[in-house]
């Protein structure tokens, strides 16, 4: 069940205000969606730092298996990884003191998890919960317009 809570667009601002993020659950494949994003991230000037256990380096950045291991600590969390895998990372972020959770989601659960927004609210985690960060960023390309201006005219966009 996806969990139907919708963020607020100054909440999301907020988020993407932060220059020094962790993106957990950027996978090994360069061709995969969470690379590009994580690309995406790093292009605009970023400070990116890639969570994944067993990888040493991912696009030219320290790749760590635990969000507690990051020096110095990051200022946010986006999280890329299936549900039950992000009820475990939303405790790494509590235990790391990371205050702000992003849980992708373009379609399907993404990475949200009932659960896991529960744990964050109880332990004061300010969490975005679904929503696909290159809607928006500006000037991110053809697609993510497109499902912008879609999640605008159904009244599913943030507001």
């Excluded at 292009?43 to 067993?54: I, Q």
Aim: charged share 20%; net charge neutral.
């Amino acid at each position: 069940m996806v969990h139907e809570q919708r963020a607020a667009l100054a909440d999301i601002r907020h988020f993407l205000s932060r220059r020094r993020l962790a993106i957990v659950g950027v996978s090994r494949n360069p061709r995969d969606f969470t690379r590009s994003l994580f690309r995406e991230f790093a292009s605009r000037g970023y400070d990116v730092v890639p969570v994944h256990p067993g990888v040493e380096e991912i696009e030219g950045h320290r790749c760590y298996a635990r969000i507690q291991e990051i020096a110095p600590p990051v200022d946010a969390v986006l999280v890329l990884t299936a549900p039950a895998v992000t009820n475990e990372i939303v405790h790494d972020c509590a235990e790391a003191g990371v205050r702000e959770v992003w849980m992708h989601r373009a379609s399907g659960s993404g990475a949200v998890s009932p659960e896991a927004i529960a744990y964050c609210e109880a332990n004061g985690i300010h969490v975005i919960p679904g929503e696909c960060p290159f809607m928006f960023l500006p000037d991110a390309g053809f697609p993510h317009g497109v499902h912008g201006f879609v999640r605008r005219i159904t009244g599913r966009y943030p507001h």
